[in-house]
C-alpha cells in the first residue's frame, strides 16, 4: 500500500482480556517496528522484524507480549491479560533498503479500563 | 547505553520567529543517521529531517535546518520563519544499528 496501516485505530477492553493489533506495512518494506508511546512519553522500542524473523526481542515488557509476521507482510501485536499499565498508543513502522528512515502508521490508541 | 537527550520539555515561539530545539545522543559508533521527526496532534509521525553521520555538511529542508556537532554529539533543529502548522511534539532521533532509539520530545507551540 501506499502508506502504513495499523488497525484498529482505537481499541478499548477490559482488564485481563487479549488485544491483537494489526500492522500492514508499505509493500515491499523488508523491515517493519513496533514501538509503544505512553501518555507524554518518548517511543519505546518493542520488536523489530526483518522479513519474518525477530532479530531483536528485547524491548518486549513482559511474556504477556507477543509478535509476529507472515508472509514478509502483515505483523500483528498481541498482549495477553491486559493490564492497565498496557495503555498506550502502539505505533509500526516500516523501511525499506532505499533510504534511511521509517514511515509510521497512525497508531492504535489502546485503554485498558 | 545508546540514549538520547532532549533537554527542552515545552518550547513556545511566536509565529514567524526562528527556534532552536536541543538534542544530544550517546553512542560509541562511529556511523549512523540522525532524525528529526515532528508529532502533530493527529500522532502521525513525520520525517522532518535527516542527516548521515559521516557528512560533515548540515542537512537542510526548507526552513528546517540542523547544526550536527558529531564531536559534541549534538544534533540540534533549527525551524525558521516558524508557522502554526508547525505547532507539534518534535523528536530527536539516531540509528547506530538496527533499530531508531528517540528522545523523549519536546512539545513546541507557535503562537499567533
Known amino acids: 500500500g501506499a502508506g502504513v496501516s495499523q488497525s484498529p485505530s482505537n481499541k478499548v477492553t477490559e482488564k485481563g482480556k487479549d488485544v491483537e493489533l494489526r500492522c500492514d506495512p508499505i509493500s515491499g518494506h523488508t523491515a517493519l517496528y513496533w514501538y509503544r508511546q505512553s501518555l507524554g512519553q518518548g517511543l519505546e522500542f518493542l520488536i523489530y522484524?526483518?522479513?519474518?524473523?525477530?532479530?531483536?526481542k528485547s524491548g518486549l515488557p513482559s511474556d504477556r507480549f507477543s509478535a509476529e509476521r507472515t508472509g514478509g507482510s502483515v505483523s500483528t501485536l498481541t498482549i495477553q491479560r491486559t493490564q492497565q499499565e498496557d495503555s498506550a498508543v502502539y505505533l509500526c513502522?516500516?523501511?525499506?533498503?532505499?533510504?534511511?528512515?521509517?514511515?509510521f502508521g497512525s497508531g492504535t490508541r489502546l485503554t485498558v479500563v | 547505553a545508546q540514549t538520547v537527550t532532549q533537554s527542552q520539555p515545552e518550547m513556545s515561539v511566536q509565529e514567524a520567529e526562528t527556534v532552536t530545539l536541543s538534542c544530544t545522543y550517546d553512542t560509541s559508533e562511529n556511523n549512523y543517521y540522525l532524525f528529526w521527526y515532528k508529532q502533530p496532534p493527529s500522532r502521525q509521525m513525520i520525517l522532518v529531517i535527516r542527516?548521515?553521520?559521516?557528512?560533515?555538511q548540515n542537512a537542510t529542508e526548507n526552513r528546517f535546518s540542523v547544526n550536527f556537532q558529531k564531536a559534541a554529539k549534538s544534533f540540534s533543529l533549527k525551524i525558521s520563519d516558524s508557522q502554526l502548522g508547525d505547532t507539534a511534539m518534535y523528536f530527536c532521533a539516531f540509528e547506530p544499528s538496527d533499530k531508531i532509539i528517540f528522545g523523549k520530545g519536546t512539545r513546541l507551540h507557535i503562537l499567533p
Open positions: 522484524f526483518q522479513g519474518n524473523s525477530a532479530p531483536d
Open positions: 542527516q548521515e553521520a559521516y557528512k560533515q
Open positions: 513502522a516500516s523501511s525499506g533498503t532505499d533510504v534511511a528512515g521509517y514511515t
